[in-house]
């Protein structure tokens, strides 16, 4: 007993517990694999074509995703002659890895015994965070020596350069109106309804366009482009490789999600649990509450694969300086206008 007591124990320990479970990666994969068969069946329904079916057509197709991890799964890792091969390996493992860390440093709970760790500036630690995906990105594309993945990192840096100030302008906006760096006092503060999303839209906007360019997401899925590039950055990897990848660009999405949901959508609202609630309704619910709405916003930014056309680069750059910058620094400007105004 006193070894499953020290395993269990290990298991939820809060960072353990958030990285590896709930919202961490057994919660982003489920929700990776229910976003794409939802991207795949709502770009289908809007031009009329078929979408997954025949595989499992009773329940919409949905079992053709499981088909497609177990061929990612079984396919041979093909390494080609002149990669260089620790990183060509461990950019994408490395990547992923990096991509769920954000997870370990919020809150998804007002309870401090359920923080991971102290929360006094867990905004600096996630805004710091969220910067270092792309970097494994575009090592893994100059490790492929491969004019196609070359290009598709250069594609990434460069969309890097323009989406990283919005977003990062455009979270700190909550911070600055409620005049916190802590994560839980930026949900508490939009307590009965006062959504940062409807105080400030103009941040809100800005991070969602800004997490679309960050993530590949359409119009903006420029660095993978089949048509030009073949598969960007990966176009050398193969099998598991490629579907790590492929599935860090979701999983990434996912975290984005999560946070804009923090920061604009209310979090874990309209919950409030107080000390004593238990690990059901003190943690795993209010958890829920942030995963769920995460959850519809990236379903939201699916629907966009269905209606929008890829933009070319210089298009994606000319909006991300013209349009998308300026609208982030409004939006930090509000907020500061609103805090000194005493909105909040």
Known sequence: MGIIGWLL???FWPPIFQLLLVPGLVTA????????WFERKAAARVQMRVGPLY?????????QLVADLIRFMTQEIIVPRGV????????PLVGLVVAMLPLVVVP????????????DYS??????LITLAPLFIVAAAWASGNKFAVIGGLRESYLTVVYEVPLVASLLSPAALVGSLNVADVVEAQSGGKWFALLNPLAFLAAVIATLMATSGFPFEIAEAESEVVAGAFS???????????????IRRYVNSTLIALFFL????????????????????????????????????SILRAVYGRYRLDQALDLGWRIVFPLSLSGFGLSLAMAYLGVA
């Open 9 to 11: 124990g290990l298991a």
């Open 108 to 119: 998804v709970s007002p309870l401090p015994e359920t923080w991971p760790v102290s929360m």
């Open 266 to 301: 209310g979090g874990w609202k309209p919950l409030d649990p107080q000390p004593g609630s238990g690990v059901f309704y003190g943690y795993l619910l209010p958890s829920l509450v942030v995963v769920s709405k995460a959850a519809i916003l990236m379903a939201a930014m």
């Open 29 to 36: 994969m489920i929700l990776v694999i229910i976003i794409i």
């Open 123 to 128: 905004v600096v630690a996630t805004i710091a």
């Open 84 to 91: 260089d091969r620790a990183v060509f390996l461990g950019a």
């Open 55 to 63: 595989v499992s057509p009773r329940i919409g197709g949905a079992l």
């Open 236 to 250: 050398e990897y193969s099998g598991l490789m490629y579907g790590l990848n492929m599935g860090a660009t979701y």
